[in-house]
């Protein structure tokens, strides 16, 4: 009885309001909030530290992932969440397969207003979580091209200007993406992969979301993600590979990253793939291997290549 009670009052709250998802072919799917509330319900546990005391939140929602497995939308090769202040949150088909993924509508049985439903990683931190999630994207895959040049960060940024509180940021020190990409790409619109020591990855556009963009250097000489065209949540820190439509800049101190970007990107490189390192004018060229073993060729190098 109680149980029904909790279901009614879900339903009088969720009236009128919807996720919208769209399918790789364009076609949206509506899905008023209701149709969750009918499913069996589940209860899940999410915990984090701070300062040494770990809180921990128990939710209702269901399965989202095994939900939308259910919906046949067809084959995807990446999903989006967005809220409705424009957060955004992506997957590869690869990663999100390895994820659990719930849609929650209530916190200790607290249910949330009828357009706060939370989409939840409890293996993720909650910079992956989307709250207020209004839409869902499916996408086929997007060629993102392996760059044809890469550069190291202390290479490229040295020719860069530091500026000291570029507008409208302030106490700071950064790198201005109008400036510095416009060296990497000559394209008007030009596609960004922006990808984080902890390996969360962004595709991004410019200029419609990174216009007025800056790339921060903090006191500990990390690179950290900051445009007034995107919310705060999506400011991605330690910013370790950035790629310009065919060109890439990559810290010196993380060039093993590139290994697990292959495997997202889906770069074709062989067990035979090389490093052509080109310096003083000459250039050299190394197995894939040797070259990630020897960090600070590649990072002095003026530019490298990679031959699949």
């Known amino acids: 009885m109680k149980y029904l009670l909790t279901i009614l009052i879900m339903l009088l709250a969720a009236q009128a309001f919807s996720i919208t998802i769209t399918d790789t072919k364009g076609i949206t799917h509506e899905y008023p909030y209701e149709?969750?509330?009918?499913?069996?319900?589940?209860?899940?546990?999410?915990?984090?530290?701070?300062?040494?005391?770990?809180?921990?939140?128990?939710?209702?929602?269901?399965?989202?992932?095994?939900?939308?497995?259910?919906?046949?939308?067809g084959e995807f090769a990446r999903i989006k969440f967005l809220s409705k202040d424009r957060y955004e949150v992506s997957f590869s088909r690869v990663e999100w397969d390895s994820l659990t993924c719930w849609l929650a509508y209530a916190e200790s049985a607290k249910i949330f207003p009828k357009e706060q439903f939370r989409i939840i990683f409890p293996f993720l931190r909650e910079m992956h979580w989307v709250r207020d999630v209004d839409r869902v994207i499916l996408e086929n895959k997007k060629d993102v091209p392996m760059p044809s040049k890469l550069y190291s960060f202390s290479t490229f940024f040295a020719t860069q200007e530091l500026m000291t509180d570029p507008k409208p940021f302030t106490r700071m020190q950064g790198y201005s993406l109008d400036l510095f990409l416009a060296d990497l790409s000559d394209?008007?619109?030009?596609?960004?992969?922006?990808?984080?020591?902890?390996?969360?990855?962004?595709?991004?556009?410019?200029?419609?979301?990174?216009?007025?963009?800056?790339?921060?250097?903090?006191?500990?000489?990390?690179?950290?993600?900051?445009?007034?065209?995107?919310?705060?949540?999506?400011?991605?820190?330690?910013?370790?590979?950035?790629?310009?439509?065919?060109?890439?800049?990559?810290?010196?101190?993380?060039?093993?990253?590139?290994?697990?970007?292959?495997?997202?990107?889906?770069?074709?490189?062989?067990?035979?793939?090389?490093?052509?390192?080109?310096?003083?004018?000459?250039?050299?060229?190394?197995?894939?291997?040797?070259?990630?073993?020897?960090?600070?060729m590649l990072e002095s190098a003026d530019f490298f290549e990679l031959i699949p």
């Not at 701070?50 to 929602?61: E, L, M, S």
């Not at 269901?62 to 939308?68: E, H, S, V």
């Open 187 to 296: 394209k008007p619109v030009k596609d960004i992969i922006i990808y984080s020591s902890d390996g969360l990855i962004q595709n991004l556009i410019y200029p419609s979301q990174l216009s007025g963009a800056v790339l921060e250097l903090t006191t500990e000489g990390k690179y950290n993600l900051k445009s007034p065209q995107i919310p705060g949540g999506m400011w991605m820190k330690d910013v370790v590979y950035l790629q310009c439509d065919n060109s890439a800049v990559i810290a010196g101190a993380h060039l093993s990253k590139m290994i697990p970007l292959a495997k997202i990107l889906s770069w074709e490189l062989s067990p035979e793939a090389q490093v052509r390192i080109s310096k003083d004018d000459s250039r050299e060229s190394y197995s894939f291997g040797d070259a990630l073993g020897e960090p600070m």
């Open 35 to 73: 149709t969750f509330f009918k499913l069996q319900a589940g209860q899940f546990s999410t915990s984090r530290e701070k300062d040494g005391v770990v809180n921990t939140q128990n939710w209702t929602g269901i399965r989202f992932d095994k939900w939308l497995a259910e919906q046949k939308l």
